[in-house]
């Protein structure tokens, strides 16, 4: 069964550092893989998403990750943080859903914090 | 502009009333979810549709039951709401073949007092 694994539930860093937000994901068929921001009281906004082409995917505000097999990893970066960068992010995996498909297997998410 | 409408976006309520969350999307889409948030947790799926008239359940039991009569309306409800149901409740769409992204709408945060 598909699962996800982000590792550390809170990451702060200063404006202007990289940011590191770590997804490991299990999957016994070749993953289509993602990540969503979340700001409070707002939905989901998709960043980015893995879907077997190329490896190393540029998104939205500047982020980008990096499909590793050998890892089974996922991890998102932004070279230079900024104050609206804060927010929860969450890494997804698509799973097998019956007749409808597919659905998105979600890690408990990190909350990132920007400091000036 | 193609969007996905969630209302209310914030709902207090009592014990044992019944209520119903709407969403509703212009984005042209056939399968629709319902997702349960619960603060600094995963978000699981409790509800999904592939389209008109089919719903099935999803990962995490619920109490609630959900119905797919038109295409860009999937309401969910519950018909005597509990302490336990508080939580934020968000709904999603997905397009026919696409390559598994799910669009958000801006989601209802539930407290049942």
């Known amino acids: 069964a598909q699962s996800v694994t982000q590792l550390g539930s809170h990451v702060s860093v200063s404006e202007g550092a990289l940011v590191l937000l770590r997804c490991n994901y299990s999957s016994s068929v070749p993953p289509y893989l993602f990540w969503y921001v979340q700001y409070p009281n707002q939905g989901l906004q998709l960043l980015l998403k893995y879907t077997s082409a190329a490896t190393l995917v540029k998104g939205i505000n500047g982020f980008e990750a990096e499909f590793k097999k050998s890892e089974t990893s996922f991890h998102l970066t932004k070279p230079s943080a900024h104050m609206s960068d804060a927010a929860e992010y969450f890494c997804a995996v698509s799973a097998r859903l019956g007749r409808a498909g597919t659905a998105l297997i979600f890690g408990k998410g990190t909350t990132l914090s920007v400091s000036s | 502009e193609a969007d996905i409408y969630q209302t209310p976006r914030y709902l207090v309520i009592g014990t044992g009333k019944k209520i119903t969350l709407e969403c509703s999307q212009t984005?042209?889409?056939?399968?629709m979810y319902w997702y349960q948030q619960d603060p600094g947790m995963e978000l699981h799926l409790i509800h999904y549709s592939y389209g008109v008239n089919s719903t099935e359940k999803g990962d995490l039991s619920s109490e609630s039951t959900v119905s797919r009569i038109r295409t860009e309306h999937f309401p969910l409800t519950l018909e005597s709401a509990r302490p336990s149901h508080t939580s934020q409740y968000l709904c999603a769409t997905k397009a026919w073949g696409s390559t598994d992204t799910q669009y958000f709408g801006p989601g209802t945060r539930l407290t049942v007092l």
């Open positions: 984005m042209g889409h056939d399968k």
